[in-house]
């Protein structure tokens, strides 16, 4: 099958199967799996124009509802964290679409921006992991190692359904704190902080064409002490917010660049099938997330970031 805009010609069943699998294991940690499939547009299917960002922002509009939809029916979703990160992160998404366009077009110096976000994102969940003597991070992990304990011993007592979850609670929220119990543990952090870094994360989303999903989560695992557990639903909600507003910028402004001769705007049809793909891994990797261990979930993000991230740098010498 032939796609136009992206020039690509390929099965219909690849994209949808890459998706597939991708947003599968990586659903888990939160994000929608885009981080990944760029790197396969690009380096597999060769679809290096600036299009490539909106169709990936595409793919995560189509896909992330699946996964939202699993985490609201669980109570596992943090709506003001979701909230804050949109509101922080959209006005980055639309600087970050115009840095694209105009200073990162050429697709060598993309791929080298693109790994060293990668290797950022994944060092930093390698320290998170090993951060002793912090007692926020040391309380996260007691209460993920906890809930993913009785979740499972929950499977072999036939009188429980293992469906039910803990859920979130909100107790505080201002525009200086948000605090939110799970499991009878307190987690809080500063609104404002996160703000802020929602906005700088917004830009890196807008260029590579991510959301911000995938890098805002393992900030606020390994910088603010949250359960993986409980961050996930509004880290894919946001990203699913973040990347209309992102696809439909980059459509709006596609016909100013049209002097350029790149193609701009999404590839509808290739995005939909990657989106297609996304939708049934996304519902299925939520679903399964409570039976995994949360160090197996960190383990798994680290290393597709880290597999990418070094083969994006290291192609660029």
């Excluded at 949109?86 to 921006?113: E, H, M, Q, S, V």
């Excluded at 090993?130 to 993920?144: L, M, R, S, Y």
């Excluded at 949360?294 to 070094?310: D, E, G, Q, S």
Aim: net charge positive.
């Amino acid at each position: 099958m032939y796609f136009e805009v992206s020039g690509v010609t390929v099965s219909p069943l690849v994209p949808f199967l890459v998706a597939f699998f991708v947003s599968l294991f990586v659903a888990s940690a939160g994000v929608s799996g885009a981080f990944l499939l760029l790197p396969f547009q690009v380096s597999i299917l060769g679809f290096t124009s600036p299009a490539v960002s909106p169709t990936n922002l595409f793919y995560n509009i189509v896909a992330i509802p699946s996964g939202v939809y699993r985490y609201m029916r669980e109570g596992r979703m943090a709506w003001p964290l979701a909230w804050v990160i949109i509101i922080g992160t959209l006005p980055g998404i639309f600087i970050g679409a115009i840095i694209r366009i105009l200073y990162l077009p050429d697709p060598k110096n993309f791929k080298f921006f693109a790994g060293f976000v990668l290797l950022y994102i994944g060092l930093r969940l390698v320290q998170s992991m090993f951060t002793k003597n912090d007692p926020a991070i040391e309380k996260a992990k007691a209460v993920e190692a906890r809930f993913y304990t009785e979740k499972n011993d929950k499977i072999n007592d036939p009188e429980n359904d293992p469906d039910p979850a803990p859920a979130v609670v909100t107790v505080k929220f201002s525009l200086k704190q948000y605090s939110y119990s799970f499991y009878g543990e307190i987690f809080t952090f500063n609104t404002a902080g996160l703000l802020l870094l929602s906005s700088m994360v917004g830009i890196v989303g807008g260029i590579y064409g991510i959301g911000g999903g995938a890098i805002i989560a393992p900030f606020l695992v390994a910088f603010f002490g949250l359960p993986v557990y409980t961050i996930a639903g509004a880290t894919l909600f946001a990203t699913f917010a973040t990347s209309i507003a992102g696809v439909v910028f980059y459509a709006g402004i596609a016909p100013l660049f049209a002097y350029t001769g790149l193609a701009i705007a999404p590839d509808w049809a290739l995005g939909a099938l990657f989106g297609a793909g996304g939708f049934l891994g996304l519902y299925c990797g939520a679903r399964l997330q409570k039976y995994m261990p949360a160090k197996i979930i960190k383990i798994i993000l680290i290393l597709a970031l880290l597999f990418v991230a070094f083969r994006y740098i290291y192609s660029f010498f």
